[in-house]
Structures are given as C-alpha cells and as structure tokens.
C-alpha cells in the first residue's frame, strides 16, 4: 500500500501531529507499506519522502505557534498525485484551505482519502476560527472516504466545528522505545525526582508547578526533592526569576530542550511526572510517554485531552491554578510510596492500548475499508 500523509505544518518540529505521522509512518514502513509526506515547508533531511510543498509563516493558534503554508502551486501538487499513484491519502486536521484542501481538491478519485482530527479549543477565538474554517474548505470535507480523531472531547470539536462524524482511534507510541528509558545516575542519589517536560508557554501550566512547589517550600516540605524543568520557551526567563525571588534555586533546575532521543530517560527519572496543562490538550500523547518510560506517577492538569487518559484516576488530575490543591496533591505523591506504586501499576496496566502496533492496526484497517469503498470492492 502507498500512504501519503498530508500535513500543512512543518516537520521540522517535534510537536504532536509531527510525532503522530512520523511514529505511524516509521510503524507502516516496517510493515512493508511505502510512505510519503506531503507536508508544508519542511527543512529535515533524515527522513525518506518527504515532499515540502509550500513556504509557511508563523502564527499563533490555539497556545501554540504553528505554521502556516502559503500558495502552492496547482502544477506540482498535480505532478507529485499524478507520479505517486497513492492509495491512500491520510490528511490531518483541520488543515488550510492553502495546501490540505488543494491536495485533496485534485487527488484522483480511485484514491481513498481518509483524516484525523487532532484539536480540541484552548480558548473561544480558536473555537471561532475552527468553525470559519469550514466555510473555506467544506467542499473538500466532502471529499473523506473515513474521519478519525485522537479523543472523545476531539470528535465532539469536529463535529461542533467542521460538522464531521468521526471515529476515536488514539495517538500512537512506540512503546518499546519508552520503555528502554533508564534513570539518568546523576539524578539517582535517593532524591524525589519531579519532572516537567514541554514548552515554557502559558498554556503548559509551568508557573503554577512553580507556585505549588514554593508554597512546600514555605513549608519546610522540599528537603529531599528535585525539580527539573525539561524545556525552553519564551516563559523561560520569568520562570527562572520567580525561581530566584522565592530561592527555589536548590530545589528547582533548568535542564532545557531535550531531544526525542533522550525523552524517555528523563520521564524514566521521574517519580512523579508532571503536565499541568491548562487547555487546548485534544489527548496527552506526553502522559502515555510518560507511562510507559516507568515514571512512578503521572499527575495532569484537568483539561479534557489529559481527563480522556486519567479518568479512571481522579486523584491524578489537578486544577494546576487551585496552587494549594496542587501542593497538597505533590505533597501526597512525594511522602507516599505506596500511591505512587498504584499509580505506577494502573499506569502499566493501561500502555498497551496506545502502542504503535495496536492502533496502527486498526488505522491499517480503516485505510482498507476506506480504499475497497473508493474502488467499489
């Protein structure tokens, strides 16, 4: 079979829709199928197919910077579809009336298209955008042989904003790759290990573990922990000067930007990981990683993405900006082995349903379906 994923951003960054393709892509590959990326402007050149077809700009959308591809041309998008000779292409949403809608405006029509579904709204201006954005590109979504999405609260935002019926299939991991995480020896001195891993963004929540953390710190409570801070973004400077005004400074440490490749030693060093992520979250691919690298507990912020995960462990899930609630919530995860071995058996206990080769399997037979009722097979 030949995949074309199609992607109006760039995979130049290690965010969540690029993870997604790329461990399904890496996944497919493996099981013999030839894989493509149709993809905005795109810079990277370890990766096998990939076709950048537009220059983008950066915006700001839904707390994040995302980019946004520019005009392309009818010609080359006519020349790769008509050179490839795809089976099916595999869109992700929602996506510009720029390049997705151009792409699937002249895929042949023996070819399946099918999508996934990967937002829910971090505020109400991203709501409104999402719904205009049907207005541009509602002839293509006619276009979907079979729609997916990445979580319940994601299907109910496709169909609150681009009126398509979806399917829930997860976010992949390659879980035997988390899993080959070791706790790094410098960080392993008998010391609670606290790790925060993602952007230094308002949305990620990272002040309000700062302001719990200081209000320990008042208590006397930090005398055995360490806080590591994995990631850079603009808030970087003003963590740092809270850390300072409250003297955090040897509790608290500033690792920086961590490359995939060391993701899962560090979550591997974590006896509790934690995400307090305010909104915005359409699943918690960070959670899952987190799990399956052996992080004793995973404790989330309580936005629907992070709630489709944990639902089943209420006393996992915080209000990050409740900072005392927050506080009280680590305070029980540091001085209590006992939660935080239940957590790390229910946490075991749940990996496997998200592994690249549970859910790849069943995208695998959405493609199939999708390509017998194209062809009226």
């Not at 990766?47 to 010609?75: C, D, M, Y």
């Not at 995480?181 to 949305?203: A, H, M, Q, S, T």
């Not at 360490?226 to 963590?239: D, M, S, T």
């Amino acid at each position: 079979m030949k995949i074309g994923f199609v992607l109006d951003d760039s995979l130049d960054k290690p965010d969540g829709v690029q993870q997604y393709i790329l461990t399904l892509g890496r996944w497919l590959r493996a099981e013999g199928h030839k894989v493509h990326y149709l993809v905005g402007e795109t810079h990277r050149k370890d990766i096998p197919s990939v076709h950048s077809l537009s220059r983008n700009i950066q915006l700001a959308f839904n707390g994040n910077s995302v980019s946004i591809p520019l005009q392309v041309r009818k010609a080359a998008i006519q020349r790769l579809l008509a050179r490839e000779h795809f089976d099916v292409l595999h869109v992700q949403m929602p996506y510009s009336p720029m390049l997705g809608a151009k792409i699937i405006r002249y895929t042949p029509s023996d070819v399946a298209v099918v999508g996934t579904f990967h937002i829910v709204p971090y505020s109400w201006q991203e709501s409104l955008a999402a719904r205009g954005l049907r207005v541009l590109i509602w002839r293509s979504l006619r276009r979907f042989d079979e729609v997916m999405s990445v979580s319940p609260p994601a299907s109910v935002f496709a169909r609150r904003s681009l009126r398509v019926r979806s399917t829930v299939i997860p976010n992949a991991i390659n879980t035997a790759f988390f899993q080959s995480g070791k706790k790094l020896k410098k960080y392993d001195d008998g010391k609670i290990n606290i790790v925060f891993l993602g952007r230094l963004v308002e949305r990620k929540g990272c002040i309000y573990l700062l302001q719990a953390i200081e209000i320990l710190h008042q208590q006397k409570r930090l005398p055995n922990v360490r806080i590591l801070i994995c990631g850079k973004g603009p808030l970087r400077a003003q963590l740092e000067a809270y850390v300072a005004k409250h003297h955090l400074g040897s509790a608290v440490h500033f690792v920086g930007f961590v490359s995939e490749a060391d993701k899962a030693n560090y979550l591997a060093t974590a006896d509790i990981a934690v995400f307090p992520s305010l909104a915005g979250e359409s699943f918690g691919i960070v959670l899952v990683e987190a799990m399956a690298a052996g992080s004793k507990t995973v404790l989330a912020g309580k936005n629907s993405g992070y709630r489709s995960i944990l639902r089943a462990r209420p006393d996992q899930l915080v209000s990050p900006t409740d900072t005392k609630v927050f506080a009280k919530r680590l305070q029980h995860f540091i001085v209590s082995w006992p939660a935080r071995r239940r957590s790390h058996r229910w946490q075991q206990s749940q990996v496997g349903q998200y592994d690249v080769r549970v859910v790849g399997s069943q995208i695998l037979a959405k493609y199939t379906a999708a390509i017998a009722k194209r062809r009226g097979s």
